[in-house]
């Protein structure tokens, strides 16, 4: 079905004598973001009237910060005819974006552009750098980063108390080296629970295991979920509501470190704040 409306929407659109916008040395003047965290940098970096079109994602609070600003752009959903509807000279996604979609722009001759995940705060530095030269932007990008730098050194002049840290998520997964959320940590001066064990990327952290690590703070995202899943049966388990009591339990928006910008500061803040507090309260 997507592949039978993309043809329809290409062979009309050539049928009426238009045809995709070619790569130029220039700046492009009509981006489309096809992922909520290349949506963010483009909005935060994109000149005035630059930016078309963010994924429908980007309006989404839980997930984005500039859930608002989103607003003022078109939304799409990835789907090849609507983003070759609207005729990109630049395209820009996520490496785990759908690759059926960006197969058929790059074959179609639209310029896409993707990014991978941030791991640490170079990478983080490096997409802002790379996206503000893809948007004839270096300017802002310089900026941007020097707001990230300053903000860390904000971080690494106060110390912050010797506490361990766990990130524990639905279905018993938690994040370790290589992970944002991971750097997140370290920048908030603070020692991951998945350092200590070994843990690389997003793995199962069996809640046996969380227990015996008994960690200082446990960290979970924003959102509660009233209705039953199985993936959140690890938050009602007796040993999990034990260790994850209110004096170490620490919510943090999924939105602050899903996607690295300035803003992935604000989750190492809150996370300092937290620790400041349960150290204060074991005095």
């Known amino acids: 079905m997507f592949i039978a409306r993309a043809i329809v929407a290409v062979s009309l659109t050539i049928a009426a004598g238009i045809s995709p916008a070619r790569a130029t040395d220039a700046a492009p003047s009509r981006v489309v973001s096809m992922n909520v965290c290349t949506d963010q940098l483009a909005m935060l970096l994109a000149a005035e009237g630059q930016l078309h079109s963010v994924s429908h994602l980007a309006g989404d609070p839980g997930v984005s910060v500039l859930a608002d600003e989103a607003g003022r752009y078109v939304v799409n959903h990835g789907l090849g005819e609507e983003i070759f509807l609207m005729q990109p000279d630049l395209v820009i996604a996520g490496t785990f974006t759908t690759r059926a979609t960006i197969d058929m722009l790059r074959r179609l001759g639209f310029r896409v552009e993707e990014f991978a995940p941030e791991g640490t705060f170079e990478g983080v530095r490096a997409n802002i750098r790379r996206m503000g030269e893809l948007l004839g932007r270096q300017q802002r990008a310089d900026e941007l980063i020097a707001e990230l730098d300053a903000g860390l050194a904000e971080l690494a002049r106060e110390p912050a108390p010797p506490l361990s840290v766990a990130i524990y ?115």
């Open 169 to 283: 998520s639905a279905n018993s997964y938690t994040s370790g080296d290589g992970s944002l959320s991971n750097a997140v940590i370290e920048a908030a001066g603070l020692q991951s629970i998945a350092d200590r064990l070994g843990i690389v990327g997003v793995q199962r952290l069996p809640l046996e295991e969380l227990v015996l690590a008994n960690p200082d703070l446990v960290v979970l995202g924003e959102r509660t979920y009233d209705r039953p899943a199985l993936a959140h049966q690890n938050f009602r388990h007796p040993a999990f509501t034990a260790i994850a009591s209110q004096d170490r339990l620490v919510r943090i928006p999924d939105r602050y470190w899903i996607c690295g910008a300035p803003f992935t500061l604000e989750a190492a803040r809150l996370l300092r704040d937290a620790a400041n507090a349960h150290a204060e309260a074991a005095r």
